[in-house]
């Protein structure tokens, strides 16, 4: 069955859409791995923020990350289709992910997931708590959240985090991997 055509592209695009390098991440919020990779890339940003690189982010859902579904909701309802709001928030989340662990999650509910998720945002910023739970609800924001879901399938993702370089899925770093390792493998594509 083919995925539907989008009303926007998969990603949250960091950088301009012509890059001469573009790394696709595919991330879980909820996932302790991808928290750990989040400062290289973010620093990968500010240190080649005069270079011809993009960062595209999808947002996945794991299974075993049962509340990393309702956050990613939340991530996009607070983004609005805007890549540096999502970038915040995402670095905003992952410094409290354990707050909405599976363990500090095995016994509340999923409405107090949601509320959880309003809490967050706003602490993080000033919004409207009842239009950002509303919003978080819609069909709208439900749709563009399952779409990085079918596009990771296509691209046989099925871990977090997963990195491309320019489409090239044979990358030698991993969640580990610091800045110096990104450089080594980004600087030659840059000559």
Not at 13 to 21: I, T
Not at 48 to 59: I, N, P
Not at 168 to 188: E, I, R, T, Y
Request: net charge negative; glycine share 4%.
């Amino acid at each position: 069955m083919a995925i539907p055509i989008p009303r926007r592209p998969s990603s949250f695009l960091l950088g301009k859409a012509d890059a001469l390098v573009t790394i696709d991440v595919f991330i879980d919020i909820q996932c302790p791995h991808s928290r750990a990779a989040w400062p290289s890339l973010m620093g990968l940003m500010e240190s080649y923020k005069d270079k011809s690189l993009s960062l595209r982010v999808h947002l996945l859902t794991l299974s075993n990350h049962r509340q990393a579904w309702d956050v990613s909701l939340g991530i996009f309802a607070l983004a609005e289709g805007d890549a540096e709001k999502c970038r915040d928030f995402v670095s905003f989340l992952f410094e409290r992910q354990e707050q909405f662990n599976n363990a500090a999650f095995s016994n509340k509910t999923h409405v107090e997931l949601q509320q959880l998720v309003a809490d967050l945002a706003q602490e993080h910023g000033a919004v409207d708590r009842n239009a950002f739970l509303e919003r978080m609800q819609s069909h709208e924001i439900y749709v563009d959240a399952r779409t990085p879901i079918r596009y990771a399938a296509t691209k046989s993702v099925w871990a977090t985090p997963t990195f491309f370089v320019n489409n090239g899925d044979n990358v030698p770093v991993d969640h580990k991997s610091d800045l110096s390792a990104w450089q080594q493998l980004l600087d030659p594509l840059f000559v």
